[in-house]
């Protein structure tokens, strides 16, 4: 079946840097365009960006400028480099494949951009 799995977030400085992975399975990666979103708390999930199978990147204007997706065909692993953090950056992290019929998630990662 279908898992997508996030790591890589935890605490960062404002200014500071973090890279999110999300190792894919279950489904033809290499073919399938891949999504970041976003929540924070109290607040609706947000889109971040996007990298389709070709390796064109779409982003968030939010983002856009400090954030960088990435895909590792070979390993199965898309990427989310975070740079010139932000405390509004704060928010759990997933990671989404828009396949045929139905999109998947990740279970998330949490990223806090604090002092």
């Known amino acids: 079946q279908v898992q997508l799995v996030e790591s890589g977030g935890g605490l960062a400085q404002p200014g500071g840097s973090l890279t999110l992975s999300c190792i894919a399975s279950?489904?033809?990666?290499?073919?399938?365009?891949m999504k970041w979103y976003r929540q924070a708390p109290g607040k609706e999930r947000e889109f971040v960006g996007f990298?389709?199978?070709?390796?064109?990147?779409f982003y968030a204007a939010s983002v856009k400028g400090r954030f960088t997706i990435s895909r590792n065909n070979a390993k199965n692993t898309l990427y989310l480099q975070m740079n010139s953090l932000k405390p509004e950056d704060t928010a759990v992290y997933f990671c989404?494949?828009?396949?045929?019929?139905?999109?998947?998630w990740g279970q998330g990662t949490q990223v806090t951009v604090s002092t």
């Open positions: 990298i389709r199978s070709f390796g064109e990147t």
């Open positions: 989404n494949a828009p396949l045929p019929g139905t999109e998947y």
């Open positions: 279950g489904f033809t990666f290499s073919r399938s365009t």
